[in-house]
Each structure stands twice: as C-alpha cells, then as structure tokens.
C-alpha cells in the first residue's frame, strides 16, 4: 500500500516538473518575440527606387492622321469615237511627254472623207471665180450703156443691165457662202480624224495599258491612265471639326511623312472643303507635299502626325511614375520626412545609417494627366515642375514608405542619393 502511495506521488512530481519547464519555455519564447518586434520596429527597410524630378517643357499637341496622295493632274484616257486601234505609241509605266501620240484609231474612212471635203472647198472656190467673172461683166456692161446716148439705149437696156449686176453680186455671195460652207465640212471631217488620235495632255506617268492593236474600242473605252510628274503631289486628310478654323488655304505646317525622310516634313494648305463630311463630322483638307524624287504615288496612304494647336508648357513625368488608378491617377512625390512625430524617431535611426540629413519617404499625390508622349506624360494638375517623383520601382511604394534613391540605367547617382556605398541601409537625401 505505502509503495503505491509512492509511486503516485512520484509521477504527480515528475509531471509537476513537466509542468513547471513549458510554462518557462513558453515565457522565454514570448519575450524573444517581443524582444524582435521591438528591434523590427527599431530598423525599417528602404524600397530602392528610381527617382527623378518632374520637369517642364513645351508640348505642342499632335494629331495622328492618314493622308492619301493625289497627283496635280490626272486623267483616264479614252477614246471618243469607236473604232479599231491602228497602232499604240506608248507603254505600260512609261512617261509621255505634253502632246506626245498614245493610240490611234484606223481613219481610213475619214482620210477619205476629208479628201472628199477638200475637193468640194476647191470645186467651190472654182466657182466663186466664176461668178465674180460674171459680176465684173455685169458692172462693166452697166457702165458703158450709162456712157451711150439716151437716144441709142431705151430705159429699159439699162434697167436690165442694173437687175443683171444685182443678180450677179447675189451668185457671188452664195458661192463664197458654198465656200465657207464646204470649209465647214472639211473642218468637221479634220476633227472627227483627230478624234481617231489620243494625245497625251500634259508631261505624265502612264499607267497599266488597256489596249493593243486590232482591238475594237467602243465609244468611251477607258484603256489608259495619266498621273502628272511633278515635284509636288497633293495630300488629303481629315482633321476633326473642332479643329476646323485652323485651317486655312496658306497655312504651313511640319508634318511628319516616313516616306520622305525622318524629319520633320513641311506641308502647306492649298485647299479647304467648303462643309464636313456627314458620316465622321471631319473636315477634308487638301495640302501640297514636295515630292523630288518621286516616292509618293497616287492612291497612296501615308501617315503623318500634324499639329493642331501652338505649343504650349507643360509638366512632364516618366510614364513608370505614373499609377493609374480606377477613382483618380496619381504619383508618389519623394521628399525629405518632417523632422517632427513618431515617424522622426524612426528616420532618425535610418538616417543615422546613412549618414547626415532627413530620410526621404514616398508620398502619394493625386494628379490630373494629360496625353503621353514620347517624353513622357503630361500632368496637368497636382505637381508641379522640380518637385522629385517615384519612376522606375514606383509599384513597390505604398503611402509613408522609406526611399532609397538609385541611379538610372547609365546615369550618375540621383540628386539627393548618398554619397559612398548605400548597401543595404535605409534612409538618404
């Protein structure tokens, strides 16, 4: 019995003392994780970020557009009469000069024609010979019945030989009129033969021909295309209504063309339709490009970037210090933390670790962004130019958070970043 007694009382023991080591074990492991958060609020890392200072230039706003180019001058050759083409004096691609013979149609019929035509004109002419050989006759007949003796002539000899001189002027007049007549005829014929022959209208670029020899075109056959060769070519495009008092017929503006170099290209207004076009509310306008060596073709589209407003100053930040946000856009503004509050004992630490001056602490600023550019993107309200910005790393800050500035890609250390090594320790200028 008293050995049970002693057993019982030597396991209650052996468990007290169980009992007694994890309570000691539990109070030590509580003070080592009070002992950390202590030191873990004693020591905040740095985000190392990229910063820059917002800075002020002149934007001028550009609108994107596509332009299509038109020749000066262009035509669709066709013939006006039908007939089969005797013979073609130009090629596909070819340039033809002002006036030069690009197809001719068989005239063999109208050659015959306008032979015909020609004789009548002389057979015509013969004839108004001959009538003024009977008006001269006539005149002088009158006149030597006027010089004989009253007595020898009747009244009547010289009433006929009046009516005789008349008559013979009227023959006259209505064969000079069969004359002009029949030079009518051979004008007409002449012109329905050089109907049969298309002549080129000005110095020009042929296109694909649509025609050879033998081949019968019916009236108004479309067989060839002429663009004009010239050093400028037109370019249409279309600006946006609210844009439309800007231009003007005069106006020269630097628009940016690929095909004709990579510089800014000048581009003057010729021409501004009179209304805007229903279906998109723009307006057409008509520009004239230098074109030297030829690169633009008609039909083509190009694409230009024209100005539509004067240039004007605005603040620019990089587009990594941006944060584009559901209720409103905004920046983290880097700035040396007030040397005031709680947030100063624990700069002070910080600092310290970095040498002389205030920690420089991130925080978020809601701004009002323009367009992006390629220089970055414009903020029209809420910063103001020199102010410096969180760029690259700016995804990692949150409101209130210790900065650590790092140089960018291929450039010196950032103002206010300190001087010697960073390492790991937070804080800086």
């Given at each position: 019995?008293?050995?049970r ?9 052996l468990?007290g003392?169980?009992a007694?080591?994890?309570g000691?074990?539990a109070?030590?492991?509580r003070?080592?994780?009070?002992a950390?958060?202590?030191?873990a609020g004693a020591?905040?890392?740095?985000e190392?970020v990229?910063?820059?200072?917002a800075?002020?230039?002149a934007?001028t706003?550009?609108?994107d557009?596509?332009?299509?180019v038109f020749?000066?001058r262009?035509?669709?050759?066709s ?16 340039v ?5 013979v690009?197809?001719?149609l068989d005239d063999?019929?109208v050659?015959a024609e306008?032979g015909?035509a020609a004789?009548?004109v ?5 004839a ?14 009158l006149?030597r019945?006027?010089r004989?003796?009253?007595?020898v002539t009747?009244?009547l000899?010289l ?5 005789e001189?008349?008559?013979a002027?009227?023959d006259?007049?209505?064969?000079e009129a069969?004359?002009?007549?029949a ?12 109907q049969?022959?298309v ?5 020009a ?10 081949q019968?075109l019916?009236e108004g ?6 663009e ?6 037109f370019?249409?495009?279309?600006i ?12 020269v ?5 690929p095909?004709l170099?990579?510089g800014?290209?000048?581009?003057e207004?010729v021409a501004?339709?009179a209304?805007?076009a229903d ?9 004239e ?6 690169r633009?073709?008609?039909?083509m589209?190009v ?11 605005h603040?620019?930040v990089?587009?990594?210090a941006v ?14 933390e ?5 947030g ?12 002389e001056g ?9 701004v009002?962004?323009g367009?992006?550019?390629d220089?970055?993107?414009?903020v ?28 960018p ?7 206010g970043?300190?001087?010697?090594p ?8």
């Amino acid at each position: 019995m008293q050995g049970r007694i002693r057993r019982v009382l030597a396991l209650g023991a052996l468990f007290g003392g169980l009992a007694l080591v994890a309570g000691g074990l539990a109070l030590f492991k509580r003070r080592a994780l009070a002992a950390a958060d202590a030191q873990a609020g004693a020591y905040e890392p740095a985000e190392a970020v990229e910063v820059v200072a917002a800075r002020e230039a002149a934007w001028t706003p550009m609108a994107d557009l596509v332009g299509t180019v038109f020749s000066r001058r262009a035509v669709q050759l066709s013939n006006e009469v039908p007939g089969r083409v005797r013979a073609v004096h130009v090629a596909s691609g070819q340039v033809v000069e002002e006036g030069a013979v690009v197809l001719e149609l068989d005239d063999a019929v109208v050659r015959a024609e306008e032979g015909a035509a020609a004789a009548q004109v002389e057979v015509a002419a013969a004839a108004v010979g001959a009538g003024e050989a009977r008006l001269r006759l006539a005149e002088v007949s009158l006149r030597r019945l006027e010089r004989l003796a009253r007595d020898v002539t009747t009244e009547l000899d010289l009433d006929r030989a009046r009516a005789e001189l008349e008559q013979a002027k009227a023959d006259r007049a209505r064969l000079e009129a069969e004359v002009r007549l029949a030079r009518a005829r051979a004008a007409e014929v002449a012109a329905r033969r050089a109907q049969r022959t298309v002549r080129a209208p000005f110095r020009a670029r042929a296109g694909i021909l649509g025609a050879h020899e033998g081949q019968f075109l019916p009236e108004g056959t479309a067989f060839l295309r002429l663009e004009e060769l010239t050093d400028r070519v037109f370019l249409d495009f279309a600006i946006p209504q609210d844009h439309a008092d800007k231009a003007r017929p005069g106006l020269v503006i630097q628009g940016e063309c690929p095909l004709l170099g990579p510089g800014p290209t000048p581009i003057e207004v010729v021409a501004v339709d009179a209304a805007v076009a229903d279906a998109t509310r723009n307006l057409r306008v008509r520009a004239e490009v230098r074109d030297p060596d030829g690169r633009l073709r008609a039909g083509m589209f190009v694409p230009i970037r024209v100005p539509i407003d004067a240039p004007r100053t605005h603040v620019f930040v990089p587009a990594t210090a941006v944060l584009r946000q559901p209720h409103a856009d905004a920046v983290f503004v880097v700035a040396p933390e007030a040397p005031a509050g709680g947030g100063a004992a624990a700069g002070g630490a910080a600092g310290g670790a970095a040498g002389e001056g205030a920690p420089l602490r991130a925080r978020t600023r809601f701004v009002r962004l323009g367009p992006a550019t390629d220089d970055g993107v414009i903020v029209l309200e809420g910063l103001a130019a020199g102010e410096q910005v969180a760029a690259t790393g700016a995804f990692k800050l949150r409101d209130g958070a210790l900065v650590r500035p790092v140089a960018p890609a291929g450039a010196g250390a950032p103002a206010g970043a300190p001087e010697g090594p960073a390492g790991d320790a937070p804080g800086g200028r």
